[in-house]
Antibody, heavy 127, light 108 residues
Framework: QVQLQESGPRLVKPSQTLSLTCTVS????????WTWIRQPAGKEVEWIGL???????KYNPSLKSRVTMSVDTSKNQLSLMLSSVTAADTAVYYC?????????????????????WGKGTRVTVSS | SSELTQDPAVSVALGQTVRITCQGD??????ATWYQQKPGQAPVLVIY???HRPSGIPDRFSGSHSGNTASLTITGAQAEDEADYYC???????????FGGGTKLTVL
């Protein structure tokens, strides 16, 4: 079964760029969608963005100007870069696989749900 | 602040039924997904596509939807169901997803 493992620096200085990698094992990264989610301690879960192996990306509007997500199919990895970080970016960061589905509810709709999650990695922004 | 509203905390007696609700405008257009999170662990998918359960999730978990409100029902709550539960939905205004603030379920 597919397993995900986040990795990257645990401590990032303010104004720098946070860079994380998610390694996919037990399955191929191809032909799937992948997401990044974060959870500040004691606060709400926040969806960061989605990336497909074809290169399509969608980002949370509140983070869009600072986020870059990509996929490296040769390494079975996805990556997250978040620039100009502040203390507000301190959180546990998760990668997750997103499953696409379609349905009709009055009209055609499509959506995703996250069915496999990594264990998460805690990133602290501090000088 | 969340665009999906959940009660911060709910309690249920062991073996009884509990309903956790999630309310928001986006739910008038999209189904909710529900995740269970235990302390120090990653969220686990429990309900998707309104009322589907992934393999391995007990059938005491069920989902429903009415208007702008989605519900997660646990019929016969067990001690191991004590956790935080988050709803999640696609936002109607743009291509992104929002989470509710979470509901802490205590099993008495």
């Amino acid at each position: 079964q597919v397993q995900l493992q986040e990795s990257g620096p645990r401590l990032v200085k303010p104004s720098q760029t946070l860079s994380l990698t998610c390694t996919v094992s037990g399955g191929s990264i191809r032909s799937s969608y992948w997401t990044w989610i974060r959870q500040p301690a004691g606060k709400e879960v926040e969806w960061i963005g989605l990336v497909s192996t074809s290169g399509t990306t969608k980002y949370n509007p509140s983070l869009k100007s600072r986020v870059t997500m990509s996929v490296d199919t040769s390494k079975n990895q996805l990556s997250l870069m978040l620039s100009s970080v502040t203390a507000a970016d301190t959180a546990v960061y998760y990668c997750a696989r997103a499953q696409f589905y379609e349905y009709v509810w009055g009209s055609y709709r499509y959506d995703y749900y996250m069915d496999v999650w990594g264990k998460g990695t805690r990133v602290t922004v501090s000088s | 602040s969340s665009e999906l509203t959940q009660d911060p905390a709910v309690s249920v007696a062991l073996g009884q039924t509990v309903r956790i609700t999630c309310q928001g405008d986006s739910l008038s257009n999209y189904y909710a997904t529900w995740y269970q999170q235990k302390p120090g662990q990653a969220p686990v998918l429990v309900i998707y596509r309104k009322n589907h359960r992934p393999s391995g999730i007990p059938d005491r978990f069920s989902g429903s939807h009415s208007g702008n409100t989605a519900s997660l029902t646990i019929t016969g709550a067990q001690a191991e169901d004590e956790a935080d539960y988050y709803c999640n939905s696609r936002d109607t205004s743009d291509f992104h997803w929002v989470f509710g603030g979470g509901t802490k379920l205590t099993v008495l």
